[in-house]
């Protein structure tokens, strides 16, 4: 009797949907008087509908019947419909965002001390399915032209910085497609567009958004997954894409410069029984064309890092290999390495963690792709302030020298970071 009156009333949900949609789907298709033939059918079998569960109720005791709200029975037939066919109604989206505002000085020549407007990032994550998600991320940047010009240039410039569909199998195998940040590095994939998420105000120059070093963004396609591997939990990304543009500073986002497209493959590991540790290495090919010449690339990298709070180290290297594809037929190496320690420290709830970086970028005049990057020795030392669990302040001293010759130069910064 239970399944019966559910069945029946499903019936009547169902109607009362036909009725609810059938303006729209018949106003294209018949005239006044056909909709009302229509809708007077509908209106009879649901009076039937009612009569035949309204029997079936007083055959034997029941509770008091639920009067039918035929809004809920319409909601509750389209969602049966929506469960069916394993569709749902709407993605469901989450948002977050992150900024900073830092004012900096420094003893270079021709340079001012100033606030300024930090990036503005949105995150967007949705989950399209069970399997299937999608993740964007966009910046806003001040620029320092703004007002200039005819016409006048506007005062922040709109990036999309990443935006990626992905399937996820299962933990071993993800397939996705998009703009990610390049995994040939980690703190490229792990310290993302928003101050707060990193320790420090600065990044290393090695991965400077912007820079030249190694390829910050890459467009195209990356398979992922981890497996456990009895507690050494080994993670891979395999990637193909477009790699660089003809600005090498920039991913391929349009299309790519020559039909020899990037690869890349990365590895790690983190065991369980070193909680925190992280190894792993990496290796990123690529074929570029710019400024009328042709670059055979080839990166490799590695690191390792200690990701608790007390302490905190990370340590990477990379290699930038580039052959000259002409008459020179010239193969030129630069590197370039950080190693970063911090340490949260057991006073005012955790609140401090003071921290030190020393960073490394040597790349030689045989390099005429990366040229004219400085060569780059320089200390990093500062102390991050968690004053909320969204917010921070960061006191930063900088000491930097960019090659043989060159005077050291001395800045400070004092950041405030945040998300919501």
Known sequence: MTALRKETKGLIAACLLTLALSTDAFAQQQNAADQTQLIQSLIMRIDQLEKRVAELESATPQSPPVPVNSTQAAA???????????????????????????????????????????????????????????????SLTARTDAGTGTPP????????????????????????????????????????????????????EMVQFGGKFIPVHFVGALVEGAAAANGLNVNYNFGVGNGRGNAISRA????????????????????????????????YRDKINTGGRTYNEWITAAHIVLTKESPEILAEFANARHERLDAS????????????????LPILEKALKPYYRFEYIHVPLSDTLLQPISNLAGSVAGVRYDFTNFAAFKFEFRNQRRGPG???????????????
């Not at 400070?412 to 998300?419: N, Y």
């Open 153 to 204: 240039a506007p005062g922040f410039n709109p990036e999309i910085e990443r935006s990626i569909i992905r399937y996820e199998h299962n933990d071993y195998f993800k397939i996705s497609f998009g703009r990610y940040h390049t995994p040939i590095n980690y703190w490229n994939t792990t310290f993302h567009h928003g101050q707060w998420l990193q320790t420090t105000v600065s990044r290393p």
């Open 329 to 344: 037929a010239s193969v030129a190496n630069s590197q370039a390495f950080y190693v970063q320690a911090g340490y949260r």
């Open 76 to 138: 509750e037939a389209m969602q049966m419909v929506t469960q069916s066919s394993g569709v749902e109604s709407h993605p469901a989206l989450n948002m977050a965002g992150f900024s900073d505002f830092t004012y900096g000085a420094s003893n270079q020549k021709g340079t001012n001390s100033s606030f300024s407007e930090g990036q503005f990032i949105l995150h967007f994550n949705s989950n399209l399915s069970a399997k299937v998600s999608f993740m964007g991320e966009l």
């Open 252 to 283: 391929g986002d349009a299309s790519d410069d020559n039909n020899a497209k990037a690869w890349l493959v990365n590895a790690f590991v983190r065991p369980d029984r070193l909680y925190g540790l992280q190894i792993g290495g990496s290796s």
């Open 406 to 420: 060159q005077s050291h130069v001395n800045s400070g910064f004092i950041q405030t970071s945040f998300a919501f």
